[in-house]
């Protein structure tokens, strides 16, 4: 018989309590989720405290007992590794939890994804990736694109889940396409922000309106992500409080660019 999908009252795990991490939390609190909430920040989160359904746990051992899921929402694959191998987390669902199902969400680099899976299966956990798109206001209004990689079943078994932290999930391929899929889309992202920032800058200088631009483009075949949302939201009103920093963004971009030299691709 397959195992059933979580449902509400079910306990979920969650590790990063960050930009993202709060609004995806509350986003399953308001599913009738149960949620475990850790960060070795112990002011990351700190919103959260009081809400129906939450509890802050202080140890790996306290976050993984009674989970039927653990999410990971943390900035990159080295903090990955150091969750999931360097605290002992993976040891912890083996001997604590064994019917649970450990999902990277993070942004990661997709062969130290591959890796981590390697790990957990070597311990007979079961794990997979399913990062997200769209930033902060998607993780607050659960209209997140969610990429997933792994075995169809386990997405089947999560989806509930991950239904509530966005409304666009994919399932990618084998453990590792997720955190793929998702580079490729942040690299395509960060190319048409660049573009659309030239233009801008372009005709700024020739003396046309930026507003008046951006009505015009985005009526046109230039229109993109960055100038339908990111120009009329942040940057022309100069407010550029996305969540999102470059910082980040520069990662992600670097990550796809990694992976296609790897795969020898060129991508200059």
């Known amino acids: 018989m397959a195992e059933a999908p979580l449902a509400a009252e079910d306990r979920i795990g969650f590790v990063g309590l960050g930009n993202m991490g709060v609004p995806m939390v509350r986003r399953l609190l308001s599913g009738g989720f149960q949620v475990q909430g850790y960060d070795v920040n112990p002011e990351q989160g700190a919103a959260l405290e009081g809400e129906a359904g939450y509890t802050r746990v202080g140890s790996i051992e306290q976050l993984v007992t009674g989970a039927r899921m653990l999410i990971l929402m943390v900035p990159n694959s080295a903090i990955v590794e150091a969750v999931l191998l360097g605290s002992g987390m993976l040891d912890a669902v083996r001997e604590h939890a064994p019917e649970c199902i450990v ?71 084998a453990i590792g396409a997720g955190h793929a899929l998702k580079a490729i889309n942040n690299l395509l992202s960060g190319a048409s922000f660049i573009a659309s920032a030239e233009a801008m800058v372009i005709g700024q200088k020739f003396g046309l309106d930026p507003q008046v631009m951006s009505d015009a483009i985005n009526g046109s075949s230039g229109r993109s992500w960055s100038t339908m949302l990111k120009w009329p939201r942040y940057v022309i009103p100069r407010q550029f409080n996305s969540g999102f920093t470059l910082g980040l963004h520069l990662k992600d971009i670097r990550i796809a660019t990694e992976l296609a030299d790897q795969l020898g691709v060129p991508a200059p």
């Open 103 to 173: 999902v990277d969400m993070s942004s990661s680099k997709p062969a130290e994804t591959v890796r981590m899976g390697e790990e957990a299966a070597s311990r007979n956990v079961r794990f997979i990736d399913a990062p997200v798109s769209g930033g902060v206001p998607g993780a607050t209004e659960g209209t997140l694109s969610v990429m997933v990689g792994g075995p169809a079943e386990l997405d089947a078994i999560v989806r509930p889940a991950l239904d509530r932290i966005g409304s666009n999930v994919v399932h990618a391929g």
